[in-house]
């Protein structure tokens, strides 16, 4: 079985471009999570999706955004961008969503966002 | 969430296992640890969790101290695949948020 994937593996925008960010869940897995990560940091989370409903979100601004399609695959957008979005962007999918259980989280190899 | 402290490197010669710590002092009762780990350039693999007993799956042992306030990993036979960032997590309890929240771990070196 595939695992998680994500898409673009690499990417390098201009600073005040938007990005999207795109990610394929583990088959039969509803909630997708997405973690942001710079470099020497362990990652951060950005939003948990779960059956296309926003489940939560970490401290991140509105520039922000994402989605859930109903093949449970998930899109990250961030507008606006900045020097310090530049990070491993990592997406996550579980079984079940937040407040449903201990289900382990399994990850992707992350899109590489570069902002010069 | 409750905070976690891990040693910022560790080493460990192919073979040996390896043991690595985390406190978790201020873990609430119902809070499960987690560790994850991630080998340069990938995403984080899970590798075990527990809540207060003992834990042993095909990858490592979890073994939690009596009072919950610390934790260790056991690799039982390191090999050069093992070198990677080691997390140790403190999960939510259930019916909250459960975001992973992720520390900066311990970069554990298996050297031959």
């Known amino acids: 079985d595939a695992g998680v994937t994500q898409s673009p593996t690499h990417l390098i925008k201009t600073r005040g471009q938007q990005v999207t960010l795109r990610c394929s869940p583990i088959s039969g897995h509803k909630s997708v999570s997405w973690y942001q990560q710079v470099l020497g940091q362990g990652p951060q989370f950005i939003f948990q999706y779960y059956e296309k409903e926003e489940r939560g979100r970490g401290n991140f601004p509105d520039r922000f955004s994402a989605r859930q399609f109903p093949n449970y695959s998930s899109e990250l957008n961030v507008n606006a961008l900045l020097l310090g979005d530049s990070a491993l962007y990592l997406c996550?999918?579980?079984?079940?969503?937040?407040?449903?259980?201990?289900?382990?989280?399994?990850f992707g190899p992350g899109t590489r966002l570069t902002v010069t | 969430d409750a905070k976690t402290t891990q040693p910022p490197s560790m080493d460990c010669a192919e073979g040996r296992a390896a043991n690595l710590p985390c406190n978790h002092s201020?873990?609430?009762?119902?809070?499960?640890v987690y560790w994850y780990r991630q080998i340069h350039s990938q995403g984080p693999q899970y590798i075990i969790h527990?809540?207060?007993n003992n834990e042993t799956n095909e990858m490592a042992s979890l073994i939690i101290t009596e009072d919950r306030k610390s934790s260790t990993l056991i690799l039982p036979h390191a090999t050069l695949r093992d070198t990677a960032v080691y997390y140790c997590i403190v999960r939510e309890p259930p019916g909250t948020a459960s975001k992973l929240t992720f520390g900066t771990g311990t970069r554990l070196q298996v050297t031959l």
């Open positions: 201020t873990i609430s009762g119902n809070e499960y």
């Open positions: 996550a999918s579980s079984f079940l969503g937040l407040g449903m259980g201990s289900y382990e989280q399994y």
């Open positions: 527990g809540l207060k």
